[in-house]
Nanobody
């Protein structure tokens, strides 16, 4: 049974940092594309970042590029999202999920409907 559990969210001031964790069970994170997504109140869920299998090629939404870093620790079977220079518009519930579509070539990493086994999410609030 695949299960993803997010943690690490919280309240942080603008310009601050947080590191989110996505702990997996039932799968090995180095064998699956894992993505981070977020959903703000009243908005649709949007892709933030993904990391591929093998060498771990990374993908980022334009809004977070240069501020967020996705990484993977195979020994802990966990994917991380390091978030720096946080802005109020980063406030959202952040969730992780695994890519389940037949083929991953990187060009469609952001398509929410290609992911499954969503975690319960962790709240990130950026406010003075």
């Amino acid at each position: 049974q695949v299960q993803l559990v997010e943690s690490g969210g919280g309240l942080v001031q603008p310009g601050g940092s947080l590191r989110l964790s996505c702990a997996a069970s039932g799968i090995s994170v180095d064998g699956y594309v894992i993505g981070w997504f977020r959903q703000a109140p009243g908005k649709e869920r949007e892709a933030v970042s993904s990391i591929s299998i093998g060498v771990g090629r990374t993908y980022y939404a334009t809004s977070v590029k240069g501020r967020f870093t996705i990484s993977r620790d195979n020994s802990k079977n966990t994917v991380y999202l390091q978030m720096n220079s946080l802005k109020p518009e980063d406030t959202a519930v952040y969730s992780c999920a695994t890519y389940v579509a037949p083929l991953f070539d990187g060009t469609t990493w952001y398509r929410t409907h290609d992911y499954a086994y969503w975690g319960q999410g962790t709240q990130v609030t950026v406010s003075p």
